[in-house]
C-alpha cells in the first residue's frame, strides 16, 4: 500500500510570511496527525483530526497556525506568519480509527527553515 | 499527562553485538501502549516494535525485543546483533487509547542516537 504523502520535502522563507503543507494519509485511515520536531527533540502533537473533525489542538499556536481535513482525507498546515522558533521538520502521520496496538505511520516530513 | 524519558542522548555499539536503549514513563491512564520507533538521518520515521499495557508477555520483532516491566515503568528497546544499517536515532512513544474518543497520539521522549561501529 502507499505510505503517508506528505509535500514540499523542503521550504525556506522568511519570517513574517505565509508556508502550507500538504498531507495525504494511507488509504482507509480515519485518523491524521501533525506533529512538529525541532531539531534535537522527539516529535510533538500540534492537532489530531479523527476523519475530518478536530480531536485534540491543544497544542496548536492557534495565533498563527491552522489546519483543515477537508472531505476526512487530505490535510492543510499553515502558518502565517512565520517566526524563526518554527524552524523544524512537520511531519504527518496516520493510523486506522480502531485498534491500541495499531501504530502510526509517519510521512517523510516537510523540513522548514525560517531566515 | 504522559511522559517519556530517555536519559542516553547517544550510544555506541560494536557489530554483531546486543545494545539496550532505555526508556522510562509516567502516566495515570490504566490502559496505554509503548511504541518504539527509529529515525535515519534522512528523516523517516520507522516503526519497530509495540508492548500493550496488559500484555503478559514481551514483545518480539526480529532482532528487536522489548524489555517491558511495568512496575518500573520500563520499556527499554534490545537490538540483537548490531548492523551497520542500524545507526539511526531511536525513539520511545507512549499513546493513551480512549474508549470515547478513541484518541492514540503520541508522546515521545527526546531519543538516543545509536551508532553501529564496525
Known amino acids: 500500500e502507499a505510505g503517508v504523502a506528505q509535500s514540499p520535502r523542503y521550504k525556506i522563507i522568511e519570517k513574517r510570511q505565509s508556508v502550507a503543507f500538504w498531507c495525504n494519509p494511507i488509504s482507509g485511515h480515519a485518523t491524521l496527525y501533525w506533529y512538529q520536531q525541532i531539531l534535537g527533540q522527539g516529535p510533538k502533537l500540534l492537532i489530531q483530526f479523527q476523519n475530518n473533525g478536530v480531536v485534540d489542538d491543544s497544542q496548536l499556536p492557534k495565533d498563527r497556525f491552522s489546519a483543515e481535513r477537508l472531505k476526512g482525507v487530505d490535510s492543510t498546515l499553515k502558518i502565517q506568519p512565520a517566526k524563526l522558533e518554527d524552524s523544524a521538520v512537520y511531519l504527518c502521520?496516520?493510523?486506522?480509527?480502531?485498534?491500541?496496538?495499531?501504530?502510526?505511520?509517519f510521512g517523510d516530513g516537510t523540513r522548514l527553515s525560517i531566515l | 499527562a504522559q511522559k517519556i524519558t530517555q536519559t542516553q542522548p547517544g550510544m555506541f555499539v560494536q557489530e554483531k553485538e546486543a545494545v539496550t536503549l532505555d526508556c522510562t514513563y509516567d502516566?495515570?491512564?490504566?490502559?496505554?501502549?509503548l511504541f518504539w520507533y527509529k529515525q535515519p538521518s534522512s528523516g523517516e520515521m520507522i516503526f519497530l516494535i509495540y508492548?500493550?499495557?496488559?500484555?503478559?508477555q514481551n514483545a518480539t520483532e526480529g532482532r528487536y525485543s522489548l524489555n517491558f516491566q511495568k512496575a518500573r515503568k520500563s520499556a527499554n528497546l534490545v537490538i540483537s546483533a548490531s548492523q551497520l544499517g542500524d545507526s539511526a536515532m531511536y525513539f520511545c512513544a507512549m499513546g493513551g487509547f480512549f474508549m470515547d474518543t478513541g484518541r492514540r497520539a503520541l508522546t515521545f521522549g527526546s531519543g538516543t542516537r545509536l551508532q553501529v561501529q564496525p
Open positions: 502521520a496516520s493510523s486506522p480509527l480502531g485498534g491500541a496496538n495499531q501504530p502510526q505511520h
Open positions: 508492548q500493550g499495557s496488559y500484555d503478559q
Open positions: 502516566t495515570s491512564d490504566p490502559s496505554y501502549g
